[in-house]
Every structure is written in structure tokens, then in C-alpha cells.
């Protein structure tokens, strides 16, 4: 069942979105109305957000393949090497990593750098303009059973959408609450199959995740 509905919302989607691009940026070489152009450039920005959440159901077809897979050490460097990919290839976002100590690999599913760098390419792209977002590393409790390691996510914008914040604090979607898209709750799920704790919007903070030390394990 997951790679029926995998291979329908990659395959057909991307497919389908790509015949309404291409017929969309046809047309508006077609016009000079202004009005009409902008309205044409709506509906590409549109798919191509479609495209973007199609693409994410390879991350939860990973997630749910792994269900009973252990956590593994997972490095911080790969952390930075995926948010370093997100501030190349987002002209709109400054991304930059500070940690602590990089010395310390945390316990995590593989797909654990990918989902932080969905959800900072989410606040990056989610905002007008410029966004400076900020991911820094601490660790807490160090030598002790309890150690663990924490990712601060900030930004000086707005954040991730309200509605994504809403659905995945109450822990349902539902007709009046529901997510914009699939970043925030990859992550949520990444980090609970992970043993640690995800905290949207705490004390000022737009995300803060605590995870284990792969020494320390779950």
C-alpha cells in the first residue's frame, strides 16, 4: 500500500505538475497583460509547492519502511552538510550551523539531517524576503546518563506557518487544523522514532530538539 501511494503521489503528481508549469509559462510568454502574467505566475509558484509535497512522501515511505529499525549514530556534520545544501540552493535563506561541539554523534534514524533541512527550507521559503535562520548545538547534562544533545532552529522572520505549528502541537490534523505541508510533521515523527523530543515555538525559540548521544543511546 505505501508503494502504490508513493509511486502515485511522485510519479502522477510530478507529471501532472509538470504539464501545468510548462502550460502556464506558455501561456504567459503568450499575453502582455500584466495582471494575467502574475496570475500565471501564481499557479507555477502553486505546483511547484505541490511538487515539493510529493516529493516529501518519499521521507515517510523511508520513516514507515523503518518502523522497527533501531536508531543508529548519526554525525552532526551531516546536520551541517544538508543545511549548507539548503543555503546554496535557496538565494531567499542564510543558514548557518553553529555547534558547540561536533565532536558528539547523536542517536537518530538516518533520515534525521534530511528532515531538519526540509523544515529550515520550509521557514526559509515560508517567509517575504530575506531570512537569516540560525541552527545552533548544545549539549546538556554532559558525562551523565541523562546527556543530551540540543538543535536550536531560529530565524528573524515568522517562522514556520501557524497552521503547521497548530496541527503538529495538538498532535491530529483536522478540517480546522491542518498543516500546510509535510516538513514540520516528517520531523516530528524523525525525532519521536529517534527517541528525543521535538518543541515547536518554545520560549521565543521557533524549534528546539533534544535528542540523545549515540553513547548515551535512547
Given amino acids: 500500500m505505501v508503494n502504490v501511494l508513493n509511486r502515485i503521489l511522485r510519479h502522477n503528481v510530478r507529471n501532472e505538475v509538470n504539464v501545468i508549469t510548462g502550460r502556464a509559462e506558455l501561456a504567459a510568454s503568450r499575453i502582455d497583460d500584466e495582471a494575467a502574467q502574475a496570475d500565471l505566475e501564481a499557479v507555477q509558484n502553486a505546483a511547484w509547492e505541490l511538487s515539493t509535497i510529493s516529493s516529501r512522501t518519499q521521507r515517510i515511505k523511508q520513516l514507515l519502511a523503518e518502523e522497527n529499525a533501531e536508531p543508529e549514530p548519526v554525525d552532526l556534520d551531516d546536520v551541517a552538510s544538508k543545511l549548507a545544501g539548503v543555503d546554496a540552493d535557496t538565494p531567499c535563506a542564510d543558514v548557518e550551523f553553529n555547534g558547540e561541539t ?29 531570512v537569516h535562520v540560525d541552527v545552533t548545538v548544545t549539549v546538556t547534562d554532559a558525562g551523565t546518563d541523562e546527556e543530551k544533545v540540543v538543535l536550536r532552529i531560529d530565524d528573524d522572520a515568522d517562522g514556520l506557518p501557524e497552521l503547521d505549528v ?35 515555538a518554545p ?16
Avoid: M, Y
Avoid at 102 to 115: L, V
Avoid at 182 to 199: M, P, R
Fill in 203 to 218: 520560549e521565543d525559540t521557533t524549534l528546539k530538539i533534544k535528542l540523545p548521544t549515540a553513547s548515551t543511546g535512547p
Fill in 102 to 130: 561536533n565532536d558528539r554523534a547523536i542517536q537518530a534514524t538516518q533520515t534525521f539531517p534530511t528532515a531538519v533541512a526540509d523544515v529550515v527550507h520550509q521557514i526559509a521559503t515560508h517567509n517575504e524576503g530575506e
Fill in 166 to 200: 497548530q496541527a503538529v502541537n495538538a498532535g491530529e490534523e483536522s478540517p480546522l487544523n491542518h498543516a500546510e505541508g509535510l516538513a514540520l510533521w516528517c520531523l516530528e515523527w524523525t525525532v519521536t522514532k529517534s527517541g528525543g523530543e521535538l518543541h515547536v
